[in-house]
């Protein structure tokens, strides 16, 4: 059987198509790029249905993991559950203790560690949470007149000025309160420093008066 000599470059081994591996990837990869127009497609030719994600029925604002329960339910109520040693009430985890317990282990085996991770995880918890709730409310300053978009400058303002209140109620969770209430519009917006303070008091906003 006669080696077939790639027409591209000839003094290399031919791939597919009568093209060396470099060109026949190299066009191959350009058709990927290339959007087809919908009337190129074959005639049986059919996307996929796309599944909208389950609620579950304990906890709407949580993700949905398995028999209609969120992951924290399932776990609590799964008959089949590997119970821990320390808290037989309580599903297993690993190494024969509860989820509690083994945070404790790990805990004692290096606190300098364990505390570092979870001021990280804490943080990046704080952040997604303030990104949920800039995007949940427009993304700007809802000041007709001012154009701040910034994330670093948008605070939450209540419409009502039951702000005290509120934060007197929920502490440092006034966002997850927000957010477990699936971010209700009515009474709350996004304003920015300078809109904020301006607005105190029942007062109007400089943007507005001019």
Same mark, same amino acid.
């Given at each position: 059987m006669?080696?077939?000599?790639p027409e591209?470059? $000839?003094?290399r ?9 470099q060109?026949y990837?190299?066009?191959y ?5 290339e959007?087809k127009? $919908? ?6 030719? *059919?996307? %996929?249905?796309?599944?909208d994600?389950?609620?579950p029925?304990c906890? %709407? ?7 209609g329960?969120?992951?924290r339910c ?6 089949n559950?590997?119970r821990?040693?320390?808290? %037989?009430e309580r599903?297993?985890?690993a190494?024969?203790l ?13 606190p300098e560690e364990?505390?570092?991770k ?9 952040e997604?949470?303030?990104?949920q709730l800039i995007?949940?409310y427009?993304?700007r ?5 001012c %154009?701040?978009t910034n ?5 939450l303002?209540h419409?009502n000025?039951?702000?005290k209140?509120?934060r /007197?109620? /929920? ?11 699936g971010?209700p519009q ?6 920015c420093?300078?809109?904020n ?5 029942? *007062? ?7």
């Open positions: 006669t080696r077939r000599i591209c470059h $000839p003094e081994l031919h791939q597919a198509k009568g093209l060396c591996a060109c990837y190299r066009q990869d350009a058709k990927r790029k959007r127009d $919908p009337s190129e497609y074959a005639a049986n030719y *059919r996307k %996929p249905p796309r599944r994600a389950r609620v029925d906890h %709407p604002e949580r993700e949905h993991w398995a028999k329960l969120c992951s399932y776990n609590q109520q799964r008959v559950a590997v821990a040693t320390c808290h %037989p599903p297993h985890l190494d024969g509860c989820a509690r317990c083994y945070a404790k282990k790990r805990y004692d085996q290096d364990a505390r570092r979870a001021r990280e995880s804490q943080k990046e918890s704080r997604r949470l303030r990104q995007n949940a427009g993304g300053c809802a000041c007709r007149n %154009p701040e994330p670093a400058f948008l605070c303002d419409v000025g039951d702000g209140v509120h /007197m109620r /929920m502490g440092s969770h006034v966002y997850a309160d927000l957010r477990r209430r971010w009515e009474g709350y917006r996004l304003l420093w300078n809109c303070s301006a607005t105190r008091f029942g *007062r109007t906003c400089p943007h507005e008066e001019n």
